[in-house]
């Protein structure tokens, strides 16, 4: 069964020379899918219905569009066909006005049409679990983290998204040396996903007395949340350890083992969690993280494989790279993949993202657009 992903690939991959025939080729998954999520058999199995309905939901839009081009095409050839026919003057002149209004509408709709045929990340309409971790600068790479975490709590509450903290390791100044956190709302994954490589500070360190400007590191990880029907993790290979928990917290959660760490033995992926005050919670929690670092991995291997015949400017798959630069003596941010600068260093760090994201999908969809029409 191909996702929807991979039918708006298909589209464009078997040869078809002209919209309608791709449009077409999606019309005909979104019959069949229509028809299968009504099979009691597939209603039965919760796994692939719950696939087949979003698939189903994806594709809506496409087949409406699909219907309303084709009509555009078919009273086109119809006004073409009177005109080429038709002697009374009056009606030659009506065919004539209605395929001048045709001939305008129909690249304004194949445009629109363009962009929706764009691949759609399958992951986008997911929640995200987002890892901060100091890399070099020491004490001021965890300031870094806590200066990072912060700009993205305030997006988070811009957004009337939810946050949920479920591991942190204070720094041994002040700051993080990492802490992860679990976004949930709606579109998340989608908005957040070209936030992860390495991100770069040049500044005077608080700890700095001669006033120098240092260059820091830290990293950052937008993984998409692997639900259940994502990725089965088996928890016959998994190793549950407690632990008590360390840090601010007050006295229940220093004095219980209510702190989680979890070790994927056929991997040896590590996952702790304690920020929760109950067991219970952390290791619900710790659980989650896994499956979705697993499933990323998973991804990062599908995405490589892709990448010898497609790859786009934005998402490179590669977490070591250096995405952006925040230098605060300028003022200003500089993300090195799209070459954008911005100078409301101050602004940009409470919080105020959007114009650096929005930037960053539309760059990501023009070279899918150019990548597809090459």
Request: hydrophobic fraction near 35%; aromatic fraction near 8%.
């Amino acid at each position: 069964m191909k996702t929807t992903f991979g039918w708006f690939f298909y589209a464009y991959l078997c040869g078809m020379s002209d919209l309608l025939s791709k449009l077409e080729a999606i019309h005909f998954r979104f019959v069949e899918v229509g028809k299968m999520i009504t099979d009691p058999d597939i209603i039965s199995d919760m796994t692939r219905f719950v696939k087949l309905n979003k698939e189903y939901r994806d594709l809506e839009t496409l087949d409406q569009t699909y219907l309303k081009y084709k009509l555009l095409l078919g009273n086109l050839q119809s006004a073409k066909a009177l005109l080429a026919d038709e002697q009374d003057a009056e009606m030659r002149e009506m065919a004539k006005t209605e395929i001048d209004e045709l001939e305008q509408a129909r690249p304004l709709l194949e445009e629109e049409i363009k962009l929706q045929l764009i691949p759609k990340d399958p992951e986008d309409d997911k929640n995200a679990i987002v890892e901060l971790r100091a890399g070099t600068g020491g004490d001021e790479a965890c300031i870094f983290v806590e200066d990072v975490y912060r700009m993205y709590t305030m997006y988070f509450k811009s957004m009337g998204w939810n946050v949920e903290v479920l591991n942190s390791s204070e720094g041994t100044v002040k700051g993080y040396k990492e802490i992860s956190m679990e976004i949930t709302g709606a579109g998340i994954y989608g908005a957040l996903k070209f936030e992860s490589g390495v991100h770069r500070v040049q500044r005077v360190p608080e700890t700095e007395s001669q006033g120098r400007v240092h260059t820091s590191a830290i990293t950052v990880a937008v993984l998409p949340e692997a639900e259940e029907v994502d990725f089965e993790l088996d928890m016959n290979d998994v190793r549950k350890d407690t632990f008590r928990a360390s840090g601010a917290g007050g006295q229940h959660i220093n004095k219980t083992e209510s702190a989680i760490r979890l070790t994927h033995i056929p991997t040896g992926l590590v996952v702790e969690c304690q920020d929760g005050r109950s067991q219970h919670k952390n290791l619900e929690k710790a659980i989650s993280v896994m499956r979705s670092r697993l499933y990323q991995q998973e991804l990062d291997r599908i995405h490589n494989e892709r990448a010898a015949q497609r790859k786009t400017l934005v998402s490179t798959g590669d977490r070591s790279a250096k995405i952006r630069t925040y230098n605060y003596p300028q003022g200003r941010i500089t993300d090195h993949r799209i070459n954008k600068t911005m100078y409301n260093l101050s602004v940009f760090m409470n919080g105020d993202m959007q114009e650096m994201l929005d930037a960053l999908k539309m760059a990501e969809n023009a070279e899918k657009l150019k990548g597809e029409t090459a």
